[in-house]
């Protein structure tokens, strides 16, 4: 049997390594660690890979505020959903002219909320909302969500989202009678997308909009492209320059040499590879007997961090410090509910002789994990977090 190695470098690198786990020597698991050096890197290298791209950082994926600020002193826009987003972003000083509420799904009321702060470009998808929008956010510019179908994403976001462009296409029309200000549309691929020609499909509906609102008097010029880059997971993953490069091209292949404003909101992407969660093992149990894989309960699990290991679609790296032979567990967290399983199907190969106490770090875990952390099940608080340099 092959000894338990771990490729570190294909992930975080040393040096980002080295400084989580010398802040996490006197904590107490379980947490999640983010270091704002990745974010920053990841931040800067979008910008050099699509310079002409406007970058709108999806909050929900790491809301901290140390993030927060460091991506607006960059220049960073960003993406909210609700009205307490809002909040938070008002607070820490950021400009409502920086903002788009992103979530086609909303309350009369917190259109009227977010107006009166300054909002002024929203996301929908749904008559009714462009009517909600009229009404309380007169004059806004508003782009349109067209539906994809998620293929090829780890974490798909289709169907709930997004309308049939015929639909989209009456919808422009009517926020134009209705006196909004239709600028464009949006798309998101997938969250963790690995096919990168789903950009192109999305695209290619955008182009066929604008030119049938263009008939109608109606010029658009914004594309939203959404999320969709993804984080670095055990699945490989493509550079990010080949993502930035196919999709430039995909953007001049449909709308000629002169772009369109371009808009782009990492989430995953910008906080995934930044975050490492730091957790204990609570016990091993062979209780299959021999020749089975024994059971690893870890003091972390779907509900306080892992939610996405659902399905078990987002693959974590899991690294140990023991060596040596490696073996197949099957990993579960601590609550008294079967869901909270996190890996079985796919058998997590670690080293034979770990022992209950010991340390396991679970990279790339920077986004959605502490947002979908539950408050209070069987106690165990949400997931502690902190931010490092
Ligand atoms: C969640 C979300 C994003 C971020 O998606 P990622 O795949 O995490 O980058 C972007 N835009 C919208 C509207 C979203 O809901």
């Known amino acids: 049997m092959a000894g338990y ?55 929900k994926a790491n809301p901290s505020e140390d993030v927060l600020r460091l991506l607006a002193a960059r220049g960073s826009c960003f993406d909210i959903a609700s009205v307490y987003e809002l909040d938070l972003v008002l607070r820490l000083g950021i400009p409502p002219d ?28 749904a008559e009714s909302d462009v009517r909600k929008l009229a009404r309380n956010a007169p004059g806004s510019d508003v782009f349109f969500r067209i539906l994809t179908n998620g293929l090829g994403a780890d974490w798909p976001l289709s169907r709930k989202f997004g309308a049939r462009p015929s639909v989209i296409f009456q919808n422009i029309l009517l926020a134009k009678e209705l006196g909004l200000n239709p600028r464009g549309v949006s798309f998101h691929v997938g969250s963790q997308q690995h096919d990168i020609t789903q950009w192109r499909a999305a695209l290619a509906t955008c182009k066929e909009l604008f030119d049938a609102a263009k008939e109608r008097g109606v010029v658009l010029d914004l594309v939203n492209m959404g999320g969709g880059f993804p984080a670095h997971y055990l699945s490989p993953v493509e550079k990010t320059s080949v993502y930035a490069d196919a999709v430039t091209g995909y953007l001049h292949e449909f709308f000629g ?21 730091v957790t204990e093992v609570v016990m091993i149990s062979n209780k299959e007997g021999e020749g089975s894989a024994s059971w690893l309960y870890l003091d972390v699990g ?44 796919t058998s997590c190969r670690l080293p034979a002789n770990l022992e209950e106490g010991d340390r396991l770090y679970f990279l790339t875990t920077g986004a959605y994990t502490r947002t979908y952390s539950s408050i209070f099940f069987n106690g165990f608080p949400p997931l502690e977090s902190y931010v490092i340099e």
């Open 98 to 125: 920086r903002l788009s509420l992103g979530n086609t799904i909303k309350k009369a009321r917190d259109i009227q909320y977010a107006y009166e702060r300054g909002v002024r470009l929203f996301a929908t998808d």
């Open 257 to 277: 040499p002169e772009l369109p404003r371009v808009v782009i909101e990492p989430g995953r992407y910008m906080a995934g590879d930044a975050g490492v969660l």
């Open 5 to 59: 190695s771990f490729d570190m470098e294909s992930y975080m690198t040393r040096e980002s390594f080295a400084k989580v786990k010398e802040f996490a020597a006197t904590k107490e698991t379980p947490f999640l660690v983010t270091s704002l050096g990745v974010v920053a890197r990841k931040y800067d290298e979008l910008r050099k890979f699509m310079p002409y791209a406007r970058v709108y950082y999806a909050i």
């Open 302 to 345: 779907k509900f306080n961090g892992l939610i996405e290991t659902l399905d078990e679609s987002i693959k974590y790296p899991i690294y140990s410090e023991r060596t040596g032979e490696a073996r197949d567990y099957i990993i579960a967290g601590p609550t008294c509910d079967s869901l909270d399983i996190l890996y079985e199907k």
